[in-house]
C-alpha cells in the first residue's frame, strides 16, 4: 500500500495527480481516495472530494495539499473502522509493477514546474532508519538555490524533531545540522559550500524520501534520490548499508 | 499439492510460462548465474535542438567495497544503436559528474549510453552494483531538469572482460502487455516520449492506434497529444523518459 504527499510552502506548491487504476489495466476502481494528518497524537481522516477527480486521476491542486497531509486510496468503509493510533496496511491495490505512483508536480508561482513519479511505501512507514543521500548528486552549483525536501511518514501520529545532518564521508566531519519534523514534508536550504563530491545527506532516527530540489531563473528541477540499497542488488547489500552507515554514525555520536 | 511445492516457482521455465501466459509476469532476470558484475542503465543524451545532458554517477565501488582505483567505462550509442565511442574515467571523486553535448560526441541528436565499474581486484564474494545515476537536460542553457536511471539493460564482470550481456527486461512472443503512464498529460504545450530498447530483440508496440518497432538498442522519439497514455508492447518494463513543455518551462522524468 502506498501514501501520497506534497509539498506547501512560501517557495514551492504541488499538484498531485493519483490514479485510479492500476498500471497494467485502465479499469477504474471503486476505491476512495482519503487524506490524514496527525493531530493532537491522533491521525484524523477525511474524505477526498469526488469533485477534485476525473474517470482516471484524482487531481489535487495546490489549496488541497498541506505538509502533513498524506494521501491514500481505501474502501469508503475505512470512515467506521479506522485506527487514529497507527496507520495500517489496508489493501494491495498499489501494489503493481510497475510500481503504483502519483505524479508530484513541485512549481514556482508565475514560474517553472518539475515532477517526479511519486509514492511512500506503507512499509517505510513501520521501520525507523535513517536516510542516506549523496548531496552532489542532484544538488546543481550553478543553480540559484538548492533545497532538499525530506519528507518522513511514520506508523504513530507523531510530530516529534529529529536531525538531519551534512556530513562529510572523507573529512568524518558534520558540515551542517538541521532540525525536522516527523510526519511533515521539510524543506532544507543547501547553501552551495556544502555541494561537494564527499558530503552525504544522513538522518538520524526516522526513514524519509530526499526530493533535490534546484532553481535558476524561475525554472524548477526536482527529483528524489535512491536509497542506498537500490545499487547494490547481491544477497550482501544490507550487510554493506549497514557498514556504511555505521561510519556514519561514528561522526554524528 | 506436494507436487507443486515441489516446483521452484522461479524457475527460468516457470518465469518463460507466467511471462508467455502474461499471468503475474516476471519482467526481469535475475543475476544468480553471474559473477561479481556492474549493471547499467539504458541511459538517455540528446544535443539536439538546443539540449545539453549532465550525466551524475557514484563511485560505488569506493562507496560500499571501499575499492580504490577503480575505474568506469560509458559507451555511447546513436539512436540507431551505432558505437559512437568508449571513455575511460580513472581517479575518481564519490560523485562525478560529464557534460554531453554536440561537441563532446561530435553530433546533434540522441541515443543511448552506458555505463560500467571496473576494478582489478578480485572481489571475495559475489557482488552485483547497479549505478542508477541521474541525468540533467537543459535546454538552451537554462536549469538542467534531473531524472534517474530508469532502465535496468546491460551487465559486465566488474573484474575486467570484453563480454557486455543484456536482456535483464524480458520480452513475450505477444504484444499483450499493458503500460499506462501514471501521468494526466493535461494542458501542456508538447509532450515528447523517449524509448530505448534495453533488450536484444526487437521491440513492437503501440500507442492508441499507432504501431512502432524499436531495433535493439536503439532509441526512439515520439510526440503525442493524448492526456492518457498507453503503451501496448511485448516487452514487460518498457517505460519511456517524458520531455513536458509548458511556455518556456519544461519537466523531465521517468514515466
New interface residues.
Given amino acids: 500500500m502506498n501514501y501520497f504527499f506534497g509539498v506547501n510552502n512560501n517557495i514551492f506548491k504541488s499538484e498531485i495527480?493519483i490514479?485510479r487504476?492500476r498500471?497494467?489495466?485502465?479499469k477504474t476502481s471503486n476505491l476512495k481516495l482519503f487524506k490524514s494528518f496527525p493531530q493532537n497524537n491522533k491521525w484524523i481522516i477525511e474524505e477526498v472530494k469526488e469533485d477534485l477527480s476525473?474517470k482516471?486521476?484524482y487531481?489535487l491542486k495546490k489549496d488541497d495539499v498541506t505538509n502533513k497531509d498524506i494521501f491514500f486510496l481505501a474502501d469508503k468503509k475505512i470512515l467506521a473502522s479506522f485506527n487514529n493510533l497507527k496507520l495500517e496496511h489496508l489493501n494491495d491495490f498499489t501494489e503493481t509493477?510497475?510500481a503504483?505512483?502519483?505524479?508530484l508536480?513541485i512549481f514556482i508561482e508565475e514560474?517553472?514546474?518539475?515532477?517526479?513519479?511519486s509514492e511512500y511505501p506503507h512499509s517505510m512507514t513501520t521501520k525507523k532508519g535513517s536516510i542516506l543521500s549523496?548531496?552532489?548528486?542532484?544538488a546543481?552549483t550553478?543553480?540559484d538555490n538548492n533545497f532538499i525536501i525530506i519528507k518522513n511518514i511514520f506508523v504513530d501520529p507523531i510530530e516529534d524533531k529529529f536531525k538531519a545532518y551534512i556530513v562529510n564521508?572523507?573529512s568524518k566531519k558534520i558540515e551542517e545540522e538541521y532540525e525536522i519534523t516527523t510526519n511533515y514534508t521539510n524543506l532544507i536550504e543547501i547553501n552551495k559550500k556544502l555541494i561537494k563530491?564527499?558530503n552525504f545527506l544522513y538522518t538520524k532516527g526516522f526513514l524519509g524520501v530526499p526530493i533535490?530540489i534546484?532553481?535558476?531563473?524561475?525554472?524548477?528541477?526536482?527529483?528524489?534520490?535512491?536509497p542506498?540499497h537500490?545499487?547494490?542488488?547481491?544477497?550482501?547489500k544490507f550487510k554493506?548499508?549497514k557498514?556504511?552507515k555505521d561510519e556514519i554514525n561514528e561522526i554524528i555520536k | 499439492m506436494k507436487l507443486l511445492n515441489k516446483i521452484n516457482i522461479n524457475s527460468q521455465l516457470f518465469k518463460l510460462l507466467r511471462n508467455k501466459l502474461n499471468i503475474k509476469p516476471v519482467p526481469f532476470s535475475d543475476f544468480n548465474n553471474v559473477n561479481s558484475v556492474s549493471v547499467s542503465d539504458a541511459f538517455l543524451w540528446r544535443t539536439d535542438n538546443g539540449f545539453t545532458t549532465k550525466f551524475k554517477y557514484s563511485d560505488i565501488l569506493n562507496l560500499f567495497f571501499k575499492i580504490k582505483n577503480s575505474w568506469v567505462e560509458i559507451h555511447f550509442f546513436s539512436k540507431n544503436n551505432k558505437f559512437i565511442k568508449k571513455e575511460k574515467f580513472y581517479n575518481l571523486n564519490l560523485s562525478n559528474e560529464l557534460i554531453i553535448n554536440s561537441k563532446y560526441l561530435n553530433i546533434e541528436d540522441f541515443g543511448s549510453f552506458y555505463i560500467y565499474h571496473y576494478s582489478n581486484k578480485k572481489m571475495e564474494e559475489k557482488n552485483v552494483i547497479s549505478n542508477r545515476c541521474y541525468l540533467g537536460f537543459s535546454h538552451k542553457n537554462n536549469l538542467y531538469s534531473f531524472v534517474h536511471g530508469n532502465t535496468l539493460a546491460k551487465f559486465t564482470e566488474i573484474f575486467p572482460s570484453n563480454k557486455i550481456e543484456t536482456d535483464i527486461v524480458q520480452t513475450t512472443a505477444f504484444q499483450n502487455n499493458n503500460y499506462t503512464i501514471q501521468k494526466y498529460f493535461d494542458n501542456f504545450d508538447k509532450t515528447e516520449l523517449f524509448f530505448t530498447n534495453p533488450t536484444s530483440k526487437k521491440i513492437y508496440f503501440s500507442i492508441e492506434d499507432k504501431s512502432y518497432s524499436l531495433s535493439p538498442g536503439c532509441t526512439k522519439l515520439l510526440s503525442i497529444n493524448d492526456k492518457i497514455i498507453t503503451i501496448r508492447s511485448n516487452c514487460l518494463f518498457l517505460r519511456p523518459t517524458v520531455f513536458s513543455y509548458k511556455n518556456n518551462y519544461y519537466d523531465v522524468h521517468h514515466s
Avoid at chain 1, 498500471?23 to 485502465?26: D, F, G, T
Avoid at chain 1, 514560474?111 to 513519479?117: D, K
Avoid at chain 1, 549523496?134 to 542532484?138: E, G, H, V
Fill in positions: 495527480q490514479p487504476f498500471n497494467r489495466s485502465l476525473n482516471y486521476f487531481l509493477l510497475p503504483y505512483r502519483s505524479n508536480k514560474g517553472g514546474f518539475s515532477s517526479y513519479q549523496a548531496i552532489n548528486s542532484l546543481n550553478n543553480a564521508c572523507n563530491h564527499d533535490y534546484s532553481t535558476k531563473n524561475k525554472f524548477v528541477s526536482c527529483e528524489h534520490t535512491h542506498p537500490e545499487y547494490i542488488l547481491s544477497n550482501n554493506k548499508i557498514e556504511l
